[in-house]
């Protein structure tokens, strides 16, 4: 029953991670650690432990989703790249951080990210794109999608920072931080939404397969319990990253923001009770 239940996790997250270019790792990390406190069946989800499981599942579910996105067309390699030189050395500082964190507040500081990123869920990513005013500089970068030509720049400095807090961020909660890098991909660069997605999940691949490599070494995971999730995540990300295509995924960012709310909510309960 548990890894029936653990396949069925890693295909949700990653169906909704990949869709909307999260990675799944803020839906699998809450759920993992509310498990771990109401059945003895999940008991051994310490917050480390969940976070290595997380981690190594997402890196299937970038693997899935990059694969279905380049073949779609909407992923920035050039600007993924980039993202991905920031991002490694913040997973890594983000992992080793994660060993020195008190297991107590975990819950407490997971909630208050979750919530941080419910905010950045809540800009109106699309309406925020087509208003941004651009000017070309030497940074400009131009990205066709389904023969429409968009013109966006990416600043390298800004670009190093935002990835290297993202890799942190992965490395220590175990969420992909696309949550984080998708809007602030929009507002900071003016990066169309679809190609922020794709671009997202391509470094998302890149940050989790460092941050898993780290928490591995560091004795995170457990890899009797992982397998499921892999699979589940991996159908889950080919699957959501080809529903991408034909959803504009509103009604089901409403659900998520409404789920995440709620175990925002309480794992900030749990870590101040």
């Known amino acids: 029953m548990m890894f029936f239940i653990s396949f069925l996790i890693g295909l949700t997250a990653a169906f909704v991670g990949s869709l909307i270019g999260l990675g799944g790792g803020i839906i699998l990390v809450p759920v ?28 299937f579910t970038g693997l899935a989703s ?4 380049l073949k779609l067309k909407r992923v920035d390699i050039r600007t993924g790249f980039l993202l991905v030189t920031g991002g490694i050395p913040g997973s890594i500082f983000g992992a080793w951080l994660n060993f020195y964190i008190n297991p107590d507040q975990f819950s407490l500081y997971l909630g208050l990210l979750m919530i941080f990123i419910l905010g950045l869920l809540s800009i109106d990513r699309e309406k925020l794109s087509a208003k941004r005013k651009f000017k070309e500089t030497k940074y400009t970068r131009t990205f066709t999608v389904h023969g429409e030509v968009y013109k966006y720049n990416v600043n390298p400095a800004i670009a190093f920072a935002l990835s290297f807090v993202v890799g942190s961020l992965s490395a220590l909660f175990g969420i992909s931080g696309g949550a984080i890098a998708v809007p602030t991909m929009i507002i900071l660069f003016g990066i169309p939404v679809q190609v922020a997605i794709g671009t997202s999940m391509f470094m998302v691949l890149f940050i989790s397969f460092i941050s898993a490599v780290t928490h591995s070494v560091l004795g995170h995971i457990l890899w009797e319990y992982v397998l499921f999730f892999i699979i ?22 409403w659900i998520l923001r ?11 309960l749990e870590g101040v009770g």
Not at 38 to 47: C, E, G, L, R
Not at 48 to 57: N, R
Not at 66 to 69: C, D, F, L, M
Request: net charge positive.
């Open 32 to 59: 993992l650690l509310l498990l771990a406190n109401t059945t003895d069946m999940f008991s051994w989800a310490t917050p480390q432990i969940t976070v290595g499981v997380s981690l190594v599942t997402m890196m």
């Open 66 to 69: 990059t694969r279905a996105y």
């Open 232 to 253: 589940g995540a991996y159908l889950g990300g080919t699957i959501g990253a080809r529903t991408g295509q034909y959803l504009k995924g509103n009604v089901l960012e």
């Open 258 to 268: 409404i789920v995440i709310l709620t175990a925002a909510i309480r794992l900030i």
